[in-house]
């Protein structure tokens, strides 16, 4: 692309990497509101409908569970936290849900023992793996364990919508 690439380094106070690029400026595009935008909203509006639902969210990460309450606040749904797989699954014998939001990296019990112990009582509750690993091998061992489908981390509104109205 016609750019060059250095770094100034000093030992014991740091380095200062840096480039530079040759590029034309954009024109500017006309924002309107595309079919994509259209079509999420009829999405969220789907979602917003939903009424009566409670998902158990197995999440170690503090920040992680706030992510999740920011995403679903608009929405009239019950979240009830479980810090580690092992609480999950009491949590599961206790309640009643209508879907489980499964981190698959916990301490204690990680997502996938929990699943396959959510499965022993339960074959039907729905349960969607969260993880921020999405080499394929990972992926084959949750739904081996028993999720029903899977989202990457960091989760986007949209899908996590789309995911949710898929199952409930």
Not at 34 to 49: C, H, K, L, T
Not at 64 to 78: C, H, I, K, R, S
């Amino acid at each position: 692309m016609g750019g060059s690439i250095g770094v100034r380094s000093t030992y014991g106070e740091g380095s200062c990497f840096y480039f530079t690029l040759d590029l034309k400026e954009a024109e500017a595009v006309e924002e309107t509101e595309s079919a994509d935008d259209a079509e999420f909203s009829e999405v969220e509006e789907r979602v917003n409908q939903l009424e009566g639902i409670k998902i158990l969210v197995a999440e170690d990460n503090k920040m992680n569970q706030m992510v999740l309450d920011m995403l679903l606040e608009d929405t009239n749904f019950a979240l009830e936290y479980a810090d580690d797989g092992k609480i999950a699954v009491e949590k599961f014998k206790e309640g009643e849900y209508n879907l489980i939001l499964m981190d698959l990296q916990m301490p204690n019990m990680d997502g996938y023992e929990a699943t396959k112990k959510i499965r022993e009582i339960d074959s039907e509750i729905v349960i969607i793996a969260l993880s921020a690993n999405v080499m394929s091998e990972d992926i084959q061992r949750a739904y081996e364990a028993g999720v029903n489908d899977y989202l990457s981390k960091p989760i986007d509104l949209e899908k996590i919508y789309r995911m949710l109205l898929k199952y409930l």
